[in-house]
């Protein structure tokens, strides 16, 4: 079946530094992808997505961007702030139906 | 606005138990679906409601599992004879419709001991 990973369980970036997070995935019927930001004992916030017919978004203070070439995917954080620390996971749909990867968790350095 | 709740936040049952999980969806939104989340894992996909019907339950582990929305709004996570392997965060989230972007609850920490 389709799966969905992160190619680095955890990034460590310094404060005002922009960050990167990876993603691949194998279903290439995928036309839908998400981002989302869980905190520790929350559950996963929204931040952006992206449909299949698009190959960059852009947010405040994120971006995504999709090469569907190679299957991946990517969230890029400008000025990265403390209260961006969490662990971030993309996800990706063809239906209504969401499939996780295992999430990357990221520290920001003060 | 208000988001998607889910109550009781945290849950502590015994093996064997019943228990009964809440979701309250975003106001308007038809689309409600669960998901369950193990330590250090993605949410997995349980089950998803299309107004009152449950349009999609191929991720219920197996029968001990159900969920109603009898009215196209709450719902309820059923589990019967708890087992200690159902320890997990239980997730809800809602859309406007089906398809459009999914907001989560905080969910509900369930322990079987």
């Known amino acids: 079946g389709e799966s969905v990973g992160l190619h680095l369980p955890t990034l460590s970036v310094q404060e005002g530094d922009n960050s990167i997070i990876n993603c691949a995935y194998s279903?290439?019927?995928?036309?839908?992808f998400i981002w989302y930001k869980q905190e520790s004992g929350k559950g996963p916030q929204f931040i952006i997505d992206?449909?299949?017919?698009?190959d960059k978004r852009q947010g405040q203070r994120v971006t995504v961007l999709l090469n569907k070439t190679v299957k991946h995917l990517s969230l890029q954080i400008a000025a990265t702030q403390p209260g961006d620390s969490a662990v971030y996971f993309c996800?990706?749909?063809?239906?209504?139906?969401?499939?996780f990867g295992a999430g990357t968790t990221v520290t920001v350095r003060a | 606005g208000a988001g998607v709740s889910q109550t009781p936040s945290n849950k502590v049952t015994e093996k064997g138990k019943y228990v009964e999980l809440r979701c309250d969806p975003i106001?308007?939104?038809?689309?409600l679906y669960w998901y369950r989340q193990s330590l250090g894992q993605g949410p997995e996909f349980l089950i998803y409601?299309?107004?009152?019907?449950?349009?999609?339950d191929s991720g219920l582990p197996n029968d001990r599992f159900f969920a109603v929305r009898p009215e196209g709004s709450v719902s309820t996570l059923k589990i019967q004879r708890t087992e200690r392997g159902d320890s997990a965060v239980y997730l809800c989230?809602?859309?406007?419709?089906?398809?459009?972007?999914?907001?989560f609850g905080p969910g509900t920490r369930l322990l079987v001991l």
């Open positions: 989230a809602s859309s406007l419709v089906a398809g459009a972007p999914q907001y």
């Open positions: 279903n290439s019927a995928s036309d839908y």
């Open positions: 992206i449909r299949s017919n698009m």
């Open positions: 996800a990706e749909s063809n239906d209504y139906k969401l499939s």
């Open positions: 106001s308007g939104h038809t689309a």
């Open positions: 409601f299309q107004g009152t019907g449950a349009a999609d």
